[in-house]
């Protein structure tokens, strides 16, 4: 009878659970309370809950997928700042790194560039307060403040420490960071769909026009998105009132809503190209895509990320937000562009391609083409540019490039214009030489998992005979290394450039430098000067 009762209790449970989900959330709850509660009263040293707890929220966010998460007072402010276009601080790009924050960027005109900050800087100290004490977020955050406010700065330079007072003040973040007229051909480079975006891009799009430019080349190249509406009001410079831009369909009706375009264009006629790469996402790919469905430009580079995903942001208590996702959005032709399936996981809890679990399927532009969906905006020219050989990701991955630029800006004089600086093979002799004066030896992916190897072999106490194999085998990838590298001389070459070349003459020098360089905007150019070409492309008739 009492084995009875249990089982009866335990489907009455399980029925009242899914029925009432919020009766799961009040179980799973009570005994995160009562962790807490225990922790608080038997752990070894003292927490700091609030700490914890956030950490717990921010990946229990994740977890649902990577964009949807938790802000608190900080984080909110950064990401308004970011959708404003503005915040107050000393106009660099950081990466917190061993205990140190090394800047990465500098931008023009900026405190930082005025008053004596360079790319390759090493902060050790901020007003007295070393980084290594300080946790990673508080350490960046203390380089932002107030309009007028200064900050000193403890930064080793080139082998030597030096004191920097710094006077922080307003930064713009620009939407559109550079525009350039090569003959008759306008170029206008994104960063950011933030609320600056779409009177940045017409003002940018009018000047063009008035020096003469007869095409246009739009570069959204490593944009990750941004504001939804922005995006809707630039494809609306190119096409007519009234058209569909995109539509975002979600779990509840009130997040289903089409957006079209509400104004007369700007100009329908001038042939446009865009560029993109995979890391091109969201706002980027709602402008690439849409104006692909419409026929309007040519789409020319890598295929784009693919977030086919829109969020919302939502008040919580205490001044922190939650950002969450709402709903899938659709390109004109109705395709849908996100790559991951979040909602769909392997045994192991890691979600799956869309291409898993929906057919492919053939989708039409508006003068008869085939796109297709399931994983970014493919474009009409493929041009593969990501560094896909693994030496060459550890090189980028692990700094080495960029601390070879920095040793390289320091050692060698500066060149006297973009049009003048070349890297040759003397300096791709040098970067060989700088590898084996500081013991940097680059591995492949390969050569990695053979170095655990043999790492786990040797602390396993394998036989000699073993060990010497695992040696032979490493000393092979050695000697195989640097003729590895020797192939790749041309894109090394490449990439160091690209990286000097905005620390001598910042965005606008390294504009000019991918104008003339830069093999996406080349055949961009090229296109574009094929008028029988670029229309046979869009199958305009």
Known sequence: MKKLFITLLLIVTANISAQNPYFDISKQMEIYNDMLKTLSTNYIDEINFGDLIQKSNKKMLNGLDRFTTYYDEEGILQQKMRQAGHYSGLGISVRVKDSLILVTKIFKDTPATKQGLLTGDKILAVDNKYIYELDRKVASSLLKGEKGSSVNLLVERNGKQIHLDITRDEVPLNAVTTTQLQGDIGYIRFVKFNQKASSQTKKALLDLKKQGAKKI???????????????????????????????????????????????????????VVILVNN????????????????????????????????????????????????????????????????????????????????????????????????????????????????????????????????????????????????????????????????????????????????????????????????????????????????????????????????????IDGYTQYEMQNDEVIKKAIKILNDKDVYHKILNDK
């Open 217 to 271: 080349i739009i570069d959204v190249r490593g944009n990750p998105g941004g504001l939804l509406n922005e995006v809707v009001k630039i494809v609306n410079f190119f096409i007519p009132k009234g058209k569909i831009v995109v539509t975002t369909k979600g779990r509840f009706e009130k997040y289903n809503r089409t957006y079209r375009t509400k104004n007369e264009s700007v100009d329908e006629e001038i042939p």
């Open 279 to 506: 890391h091109s996402a969201s706002a980027s790919e709602i402008l690439s895509g849409s104006l692909q469905d419409y026929d309007r430009a040519v789409i020319i580079g890598d295929t784009t990320y693919g977030k086919g995903l829109v969020q919302r942001t939502f008040k919580l208590k205490y001044g922190t937000y939650m950002k969450q996702t709402i709903s899938k959005y659709y390109i004109p032709s109705g395709r849908l562009i996100q790559r991951i399936d979040y909602w769909h996981r392997d045994k192991n809890g890691k979600p799956l391609m869309m291409s898993a679990n929906l057919k492919e399927k053939d989708y039409k532009t508006a003068n008869g083409r085939t796109v297709h969906n399931l994983g970014g905006v493919i474009p009409d020219i493929v041009i593969e540019t990501e560094v896909k050989q693994s030496l060459l990701k550890y090189l980028v991955s692990k700094n080495i490039l960029f601390d070879f630029a920095t040793w390289y800006y320091y050692n060698q004089p500066k060149p006297e214009s973009v049009e003048k600086f070349t890297l040759t093979d003397h300096d791709f002799e040098l970067f060989l030489k700088y590898l084996q004066q500081h013991d940097i030896n680059p591995k492949s992916t390969s050569e990695i998992m053979l170095t655990n190897a043999y790492k786990k072999a040797k602390k396993t106490k394998q036989n000699k005979t073993i060990l010497a194999q695992y040696e032979k085998l490493l000393d092979a990838y050695t000697q195989a290394d640097e003729a590895v590298l020797r192939q790749n001389k041309t894109k090394i070459l490449d990439l160091l450039s690209r990286d000097l070349i905005q620390r001598y003459f910042y």
